[in-house]
């Protein structure tokens, strides 16, 4: 049902626009601090959201934080996303309060998180709240796919890889979709892109760039910079630029996490101990199977 938890406490010193980029994977944002802005790159005001439900996303878009933020963040896996929503790809590039999402349940949820004192009683009631489902299965084509694309970071061809589960591809499209929330070719994007952002720390110290296209599997630097774009938003050196004025933690991991997942605040693919995932905060994070 679950990846993993991470729990979140800040207070920004000023109003501020965070920028957010393409990632797999949906994730509940139960929040019961202030509330904040949430908006795509095309528009220009953002809705105003409590707690919500971040499907997974193929754009950039933009959340306007200010006053005091505090929640807790669950990475779904593919299986429980598929049991809590069914067509995961009705959930594409869409960010649903949960009260939609979840109905009462979802409600009530962040209300009794708030009530509770302490990170290890939060993620007990999550582990309560989550035992009460019983966890739909992933095809198992699917999972195989999903695997061999991450396994590669996102450089293989998919076809063949269709192909290989002796289903059609038509077939395996479909099922791929609804249980991941984009297609199998947009997936492999996808993680090829998150693979480039934990490579962008250490260009103009131990690579280039152009280092970084090549060894994610781009054709040249001209097609790593239009896809990065397409997918964040901005081009990589921008995007650079915007890491470089934000450098503080928001969100803090344990010294010896139980898990590693990736944050709907967090630029990297994934965290590790050396999580740079930009804010001040009280730190909480469980890690999920």
Same mark, same amino acid.
């Given at each position: 049902?679950?990846?993993?938890?991470?729990?979140?406490?800040?207070?920004?010193?000023?109003?501020?626009?965070?920028? @957010?980029?393409?990632?797999?994977?949906?994730?509940?944002?139960?929040?019961?601090?202030?509330?904040?802005?949430?908006?795509?790159?095309?528009?220009? %005001?953002?809705?105003?959201?409590?707690?919500?439900? #971040?499907?997974?996303?193929?754009?950039?878009?933009?959340?306007?934080?200010? /006053?005091?933020?505090?929640?807790?963040?669950?990475?779904?896996?593919?299986? +429980?996303?598929?049991?809590?929503?069914?067509?995961?790809?009705?959930?594409?590039?869409?960010?649903?309060?949960?009260?939609?999402?979840?109905?009462?349940?979802?409600?009530?949820?962040?209300?009794?998180?708030?009530?509770?004192?302490?990170?290890?009683?939060?993620?007990?009631?999550?582990?309560?709240?989550?035992?009460?489902?019983?966890?739909?299965?992933?095809?198992?084509?699917?999972?195989?796919?999903?695997?061999? %694309? #991450?396994?590669?970071?996102?450089?293989?061809?998919?076809?063949?890889?269709?192909?290989?589960?002796?289903?059609?591809?038509?077939? #395996?499209?479909?099922?791929? @979709?609804?249980?991941?929330?984009?297609?199998?070719?947009?997936?492999?994007?996808?993680?090829?892109?998150?693979?480039?952002?934990?490579?962008?720390?250490?260009?103009?110290?131990?690579?280039?760039?152009?280092?970084?296209?090549?060894?994610? +599997?781009?054709?040249?630097?001209?097609?790593?910079?239009?896809?990065?774009?397409? %997918?964040?938003?901005?081009?990589?050196?921008?995007?650079?630029?915007?890491?470089?004025?934000?450098?503080?933690?928001?969100?803090?991991?344990?010294?010896?996490?139980?898990?590693?997942?990736?944050?709907?605040?967090?630029?990297?693919?994934?965290?590790?101990?050396?999580?740079?995932?930009?804010?001040?905060?009280? @730190? /909480?994070?469980?890690?999920?199977?």
């Amino acid at each position: 049902m679950v990846r993993g938890y991470v729990g979140y406490q800040e207070w920004p010193g000023k109003p501020m626009t965070r920028r @957010r980029v393409a990632r797999p994977g949906a994730a509940l944002i139960l929040a019961f601090g202030d509330r904040i802005g949430v908006r795509d790159s095309s528009e220009t %005001l953002p809705r105003s959201l409590g707690a919500f439900v #971040v499907g997974p996303q193929a754009r950039s878009s933009f959340t306007d934080i200010g /006053g005091y933020q505090h929640g807790v963040q669950v990475e779904l896996s593919a299986a +429980g996303a598929a049991t809590l929503f069914g067509d995961v790809s009705d959930l594409r590039d869409a960010t649903i309060p949960i009260d939609q999402a979840l109905g009462g349940q979802g409600e009530r949820l962040v209300d009794q998180l708030s009530d509770v004192p302490g990170w290890d009683a939060r993620f007990a009631l999550l582990d309560g709240f989550f035992a009460a489902f019983a966890a739909r299965s992933v095809s198992p084509e699917v999972s195989w796919l999903r695997r061999q %694309l #991450v396994a590669t970071g996102g450089r293989a061809q998919v076809e063949p890889l269709m192909d290989e589960t002796r289903r059609s591809r038509r077939l #395996v499209t479909e099922r791929f @979709r609804r249980q991941f929330g984009v297609s199998p070719k947009t997936y492999a994007r996808i993680v090829r892109f998150r693979r480039t952002l934990g490579m962008l720390d250490r260009v103009g110290r131990e690579r280039t760039l152009a280092d970084v296209a090549t060894g994610c +599997g781009y054709y040249d630097q001209s097609h790593f910079n239009r896809d990065f774009t397409a %997918l964040a938003g901005c081009t990589p050196s921008a995007f650079m630029a915007e890491l470089a004025g934000e450098r503080d933690v928001r969100f803090f991991q344990d010294d010896e996490p139980a898990g590693s997942i990736p944050c709907f605040g967090d630029h990297a693919e994934e965290h590790s101990r050396d999580c740079r995932c930009p804010g001040p905060g009280l @730190r /909480g994070h469980r890690g999920g199977s």
